[in-house]
């Protein structure tokens, strides 16, 4: 894909773009209202996030047609509404916001979810007595997240980007009475923290490059090829080109929102917040942003292709995002907790995304975001309605059999489920995955991330059969009895389920519909690309693999139900490794040995410094002072004391005199005045005398 | 011995004999009385000069004595006001008793 | 023919004044109106005195005074030549000084607030640019000698009288003022001489007296019963409430003093009715325009005397008013309509020409004056006389 | 001239009687005939509109003040005790030397002063029109002041009971 060439600029901006801020605005706006609710609210504040919610997606929806029917009409649409934030001097800090097919399908996802995710919490939280609390910060959670998708300007991006952090580690914490919650929160937090301050270098260098942080401003935009041009000219350290350490600086961001693989720890330790934030999170909104954030900068990122290559920061991406697909796939076989193995699946699809982008281009890792938008929110719901019915048991050893309790969840469940793995044909997660395995196929440069993606693809497969078996089938382990949950929260998995069928179809090769409709060309529908070989032999490649996948899960694990503390299969099998994958590849203690310990080194250190060097120091000036105090007290008793005793009393007896001025006696005030008038009367007539 | 200066005269000397009463009398009111005969001198130097000055179609000095007269009555309402209010409390307009506020 | 009739008396000035050398005549035409003044004043002072004896008199079904002369028309000079021949009686604890000037200052300031009257075509002693300031500014003075007279009389009773006289009139002062701003506003003068000639015009006959307007009646009525209190007349008459203190603030006067204090008030009766004449009742100009045949020198006094007799009317008529009943109606009601009178008459003046602004300052007035009374007559603050001190 | 020495006389007179009588009333008295005489003064110097309002505000009101609070605060009788303060001589001194710096400085400055010239013919009219022109931003002001102090000295004169005079 050519960056912008496919595009017939077009920046006259219509009327539903110059609206556009409504979008994240609204929630925003509920949230401030919602916060300003009393406890006992809950029905109105429920109203308001939700009916926020469903105007941003009517707008979001307004915007989608418009955006369409450009295309459909033959031009492709890029609106862009900027205004001048900040002057100082001649730069100008332009912020804006814009409308092109990328945000408008971002716009309707994460709305949509969104709401989907909202009305489910109202039936999730129902109990929960911070009610109204939860939907102020959600409301504000989807208002950031909508800003990041709408800016046009790497400024506001990065704002409501750092909102949605702030607001992520708000709803992870928010039941910090629970130590572990507040730990999250705060891993969550610091983690993110670390790529964004990659992320901010990252602007400040491309704006004192290019003079702008706006993406798209007619010709002017630091996504623009003038731009582009001069960023490639530009030289860094170490013979790379100033777009590329910008875009490695910023994926640096990406990766720490995203999960990517040396800042992933944060993700699954977020489950401590609530099912739906997890939902919330992990589909539609924070990790989506990182995915997002390249998306949006990818004329950066493949500025100055080489012919028939990639460049070196989409070669960075591509390798993280494997490594991640694979690593937390990995880790998420050997995990108990229902959450955890989602989460960790999140990670792994993330890399997928992120391969996806780096391989194929947007529309590839898009198509794959959206899609797993849907069917990650609709597994985490499940989960979240799983949890709810045994009564808030997430260990799956301690389920079973749930198949029964809770049919409407297990269907929905399985459907996500299959999704997820790719299961051919019906399931729209195996064409997005699929597209990216024929991006990765053939990419030119290396054949490794196609492997890497290819295992990571059986393995999703194999744990989610795990999970899915533990779950539903076999007999009930757990205590109580389980019950299914209500409709408010059942009906948005139904939908959800429909769309993790139904979106498959704008994404099959033969009917790139998506695709097209990003990169700006008309999409034609030709069934003989199934005829194709090459097509049919990936097809059939990638089928294989989930079959693999499930068939090994089903064999290990279909529905025998070990009890809660017998062993797992594959622990008896090969104990190191399992041992290693439950420990999530020890990766949070190789952080502890080495950064935390190096940081705890440090501050020994500097205790020590403190106590003994300063400390000396400060106790040796003690001691000086100390000896030469004595030598004063001598000197003062002898000679001072006597003289200081009169100057006292002197100064005594003048104090005195000076209060008998302030007498309180208006008279003597308005004499002294008038003294005064004398005196400076004399003065100035005789200074102004010839 | 222009006209002027005589007219600065008298005011110099009401002026003067307002300060003496204001440093001079015990009684508050007394005090008051003096500081008004004071304005009083500064209104009439006003209007000298406003009459003798270079451009008396400007109405300033005139003006400007104008309105010190009316100020000077909500001097002298506030002034008597807290005489009263001063007697009220301390049963006395004697300011040589008056001294609470000695530092 | 009825112009050297008009202007008889200053053609009579210039006359006398024709004989004398060029030096000395505007010193002799100064001592000529002065001594008119002092003439026709006292004069019309023992009319009232008698008129209004007899009128009461006829109120209260009595005949009133009737020995002296025919009809007892020769009432005044008996009561004149009573006063001059009595002892002048001066308590010994009394401020003799200042017990001397009371009287004496008060005479003379009132007599001053003439000196700016219109008395007729031509006919004014001092035609002031600031005529209306000057009037004012000697009825000002004049409260300084009722608390003289009150104060240096060692005697509660005047010094009581005086405090409330002067209380009142300060009170009174205030609406008199403002009630006649409006005309200032209207005319855009303070000289009394403009006021009478911008009222001496005629539509179809009619005169445009300010008592026709809308906020020029309004102020008109509120002048009369302020004018009515800084006269201390009833029924303000209650700093000397014979009923309560003696006689007020000339309780301890007699003799000639007194004879001033009782010409002080009635001249200063005549000549509050002379400037409320010429404020709103057009001066000396005739009511109607084919009456200016008639001298307008008469119009003038005509107009003095209906004012006199409306006074001795309402003396006729109402009780008096208690202390407080007095300031709250100065202040919560007097006051706060000519403060709208104010307002109205600058809507009027913006207004421009044309029937409209007639309308609207009319129904302005009128409701603020109808919710106003209703409201007062409802709290006991002036509200209709109540016992609940008599029983 | 012969007018002009006259009400200076007046005056100043007025003023000395205004500081020196024993009694309070009279002293009050004796400041109303010095405002009197500074407003002939006043007219004396064509200043007419001034001259009023100086009698209108002065004679008619400030003095009335005086001497309602005279009477309020129970100062009518002549006090038993001095009526002048302990350090009455360095007042009167430093007074004494204020007026001479003053008078110095007139003489002195005699040469520089303008000398006489036509009179000024000002209406009221004119007046009218510099309060409402140029003079309408202090005008206000001065309004504004009067009302808060107006408001303040009742107030402040006010029992603590609440019933105001």
């Given at each position: 894909m050519q960056g912008t060439n496919g595009f017939a600029l077009q920046?006259?901006?219509?009327g539903i773009t110059q609206l556009l801020w409504l979008i994240p605005a609204i929630p925003m706006v509920a949230a401030g209202v919602i916060a300003l609710l009393k406890q006992p609210a809950r029905k109105l504040a429920a109203t308001l996030a939700i009916g926020s919610l469903a105007l941003s997606l009517l707008l979001a929806l307004v915007a989608f047609s418009h955006v369409l029917s450009g295309w459909t009409s033959g031009h492709n649409v890029r609106e862009t509404a900027n205004f001048t934030w900040l002057q100082f001097g001649t730069s100008t800090v332009d912020l804006g916001w814009v409308l092109d097919p990328l945000s408008a399908v971002m716009l309707v996802m994460v709305t949509f979810v969104g709401l989907l995710i909202v009305i489910y919490s109202t039936g999730y939280m129902?109990?929960?007595?911070n009610f109204t609390r939860f939907f102020c910060f959600l409301s504000l959670f989807a208002g950031a997240m909508l800003g990041v998708v709408i800016a046009n300007s790497l400024l506001l991006l990065f704002m409501c980007w750092e909102l949605v952090g702030l607001t992520s580690y708000l709803l992870i914490g928010f039941w910090y009475q629970k130590p572990s919650a507040a730990a999250a929160a705060k891993k969550a937090f610091l983690t993110t923290r670390v790529g964004d301050i990659f992320f901010l270098l990252g602007i400040v260098w491309l704006f004192a490059q290019t003079?702008?942080?706006?993406?798209?401003?007619?010709?002017?935009?630091?996504?623009e090829p003038a731009a582009l041009n001069g960023l490639l000219a530009a030289p860094a350290a170490l013979g790379l080109s100033a777009a590329t350490v910008i875009g490695l600086l910023i994926f640096a961001g990406a990766a720490g929102k995203s999960g990517?693989?040396?800042?992933?720890?944060w993700l699954p330790d977020a489950m401590e917040g609530p099912t739906p934030v997890s939902a919330l999170i992990h589909a539609a909104t924070m990790v989506a942003a990182g995915v997002y954030l390249i998306a949006r900068v990818y004329p950066l990122m493949q500025a100055g292709t080489p012919a028939g290559g990639i460049t070196t920061a989409l070669t960075v991406v591509t390798w993280v995002g494997a490594a991640t697909a694979v690593f937390a796939a990995l880790i998420a076989v050997a995990q108990d907790d229902i959450k955890r193995i989602l989460a960790y699946s999140t990670v792994s699809q993330l890399g997928y995304m992120m391969a996806g982008l780096g391989l194929g281009g947007v529309a590839v890792g898009m198509f794959h975001l959206i899609t797993h938008a849907f069917f990650k929110a609709l597994l985490f719901m499940g989960a979240g309605s799983v949890i709810h019915g045994v009564h808030e048991e997430q260990d799956v050893r301690k389920m079973g059999g749930l198949r029964k309790a809770m049919p409407l969840t297990f269907a929905t469940y399985a459907i996500g489920m299959l999704a997820l793995s790719g299961f051919p044909i019906v399931f729209s997660g195996f064409w997005s995955k699929d597209g990216i395995l024929a991006a990765a196929k053939d990419a030119h440069f290396s054949r490794g991330p196609f492997y890497l993606l290819v295992f990571g693809a059986v393995l999703t497969a194999f744990y989610m059969t795990r999970q899915v078996s533990y779950v539903f089938f076999g007999k009930w382990r757990g205590h109580g009895h389980a019950h299914e949950s209500p409709a408010v929260m059942t009906a948005p998995l139904a939908i959800l389920a429909f769309f993790a069928i139904a979106l498959g179809v704008i994404g099959t090769p033969a009917w790139p519909w998506f695709r097209s409709f990003l990169e700006g060309h008309a999409a034609a529908i030709e069934f003989g690309k199934f005829g194709e070989s090459e097509f049919l032999v990936l097809l059939l490649t990638s089928t294989l693999i989930v079959l693999v996948g499930l068939g090994f899960g089903w064999l290990l694990y279909g529905s025998k139900s070990p009890a809660p503390e017998e062993r797992d299969v594959l622990e008896k099998a090969v104990p190191p490794v399992w041992a290693a994958l439950r420990n999530r590849l020890y990766v949070d203690e190789f952080y502890g040995v080495t950064f935390i310990a190096f940081y705890k080194w440090w501050a020994e250190v500097a205790d020590w410094l403190d106590r003994r060097v300063w400390g000396g120091i400060v106790a040796l000036v003690i001691w000086v002072f100390g000896r030469l105090a004595h030598f004063d007290r001598f000197f003062d008793n002898e000679w001072v004391n006597g003289g200081f005793d009169k100057g006292c009393e002197e100064l005594y007896s003048g104090g005195g005199l000076l209060a008998r001025v302030q007498s309180g006696r208006t008279q003597t005030y308005l004499r002294l005045l008038a003294v005064a008038v004398v005196v400076l009367a004399v003065i100035l007539i005789w200074s102004s005398r010839p | 011995m222009s006209p002027l200066s005589c007219y600065l005269l008298v005011a110099a000397l009401v002026f003067a004999i307002g300060l003496a009463g204001a440093l001079t009398r015990r009684n508050a009111i007394l005090v008051l009385i003096g500081i008004e005969l004071m304005l009083n001198a500064a209104n009439l130097n006003l209007i000298a000069f406003w009459r003798y000055g270079p451009n008396p179609a400007a109405l300033t000095g005139l003006m400007f004595a104008v309105f010190s007269i009316a100020v000077a009555a909500a001097e002298a309402a506030v002034g008597l006001g807290l005489v009263i209010s001063i007697y009220r409390h301390l049963r006395t307009t004697d300011l040589d008793e008056i001294s609470r506020m000695k530092g | 023919m009825t112009n050297t009739l008009d202007q008889i008396f200053v053609l009579l000035k210039h006359w006398i004044i024709g004989f004398l050398p060029v030096w000395l005549q505007p010193i002799v035409a100064a001592l000529l109106s002065v001594v008119a003044i002092l003439a026709v004043f006292p004069g019309l002072f023992a009319i009232s005195v008698l008129l209004e004896r007899k009128g009461l008199g006829r109120m209260q079904n009595r005949i009133g005074p009737n020995r002296v002369g025919p009809l007892g028309v020769l009432q005044p000079v008996a009561d004149g030549i009573k006063a001059l021949i009595k002892e002048d009686v001066i308590p010994y604890s009394a401020d003799h000084v200042v017990h001397f000037l009371a009287p004496v200052m008060l005479v003379v300031v009132v007599f001053m607030g003439y000196a700016v009257l219109p008395m007729g075509r031509n006919m004014t002693f001092v035609p002031m640019d600031a005529g209306l300031l000057f009037y004012f500014a000697m009825g000002a003075s004049a409260e300084l000698t009722v608390f003289m007279a009150g104060w240096s009389s060692r005697n509660k009773y005047s010094l009581l009288g005086a405090m409330r006289a002067v209380a009142q009139m300060i009170s009174y002062e205030v609406p008199l003022l403002m009630s006649s701003v409006v005309i200032v506003m209207m005319t855009g003068s303070l000289s009394l001489d403009k006021i009478v000639e911008v009222q001496n015009q005629y539509t179809w006959g009619l005169p445009h007296w300010f008592v026709f307007t809308p906020m020029g009646f309004a102020a008109f009525v509120m002048f009369a019963i302020a004018a009515t209190a800084e006269t201390n007349r009833?029924?303000?008459?209650l700093p000397e409430g014979e009923s309560e203190l003696v006689a007020g603030y000339f309780t301890e006067y007699s003799g000639f003093k007194f004879a001033e204090f009782f010409l002080g008030e009635y001249v200063a009766m005549l000549s509050i009715s002379g400037l409320g004449a010429t404020l709103f009742l057009g001066g000396w100009s005739a009511p109607l325009a084919i009456l200016n045949v008639v001298p307008s020198w008469f119009w003038f006094f005509a107009k003095i005397m209906t004012w006199i007799c409306f006074y001795i009317w309402m003396r006729g008529t109402f009780p008096r008013l208690r202390q407080d009943q007095l300031m709250n109606f100065a202040w919560k009601f007097v006051l706060p309509m000519t403060l709208l009178n104010l307002l109205v008459a600058g809507l009027w003046r913006f207004m421009g020409e044309g029937f409209l602004r007639w309308v609207v300052c009319s129904a302005i007035l009128l409701s603020a004056y109808i919710i106003g009374g209703r409201i007062g007559m409802r709290s006991k603050k002036f509200g209709p006389r109540s016992y609940r001190y008599a029983e | 001239m012969v007018i002009f020495a006259i009400l200076a006389a007046l005056t100043v007179a007025g003023g000395l009687a205004a500081v020196m009588l024993r009694n309070t009333v009279h002293c009050a008295l004796a400041v109303a005939v010095a405002f009197a005489g500074l407003a002939l003064l006043f007219l004396r110097l064509n200043a007419q509109f001034a001259g009023f309002a100086q009698i209108l505000v002065y004679v008619g009101a400030v003095a009335i003040l005086v001497v309602f609070a005279i009477l309020l605060t129970r100062n009518s009788e002549t006090p038993?005790?001095?009526?002048?303060?302990?350090?009455w001589l360095a007042g009167l001194v430093i007074a004494a030397a204020v007026f001479a710096v003053l008078a110095w400085a007139v003489i002195k400055s005699q040469a520089a002063l303008p000398q006489e010239q036509t009179e000024p013919q000002i209406s009221v009219a004119q007046i009218g029109n510099a309060l409402m022109g140029r003079y309408v931003l202090p005008l206000e002001i001065v309004a504004v002041l009067l009302t808060a102090a107006m408001i303040g000295a009742v107030i402040v004169a006010m029992h603590e009971k609440g019933s105001a005079k």
């Open positions: 920046t006259a901006a219509s129902a109990h929960d007595e003079g702008t942080l706006l993406f798209y401003n007619s010709g002017a935009g630091s996504m990517q693989l040396p800042l992933h720890v | - | 009833s029924p303000f008459d | 038993a005790t001095g009526v002048f303060s302990k350090t």
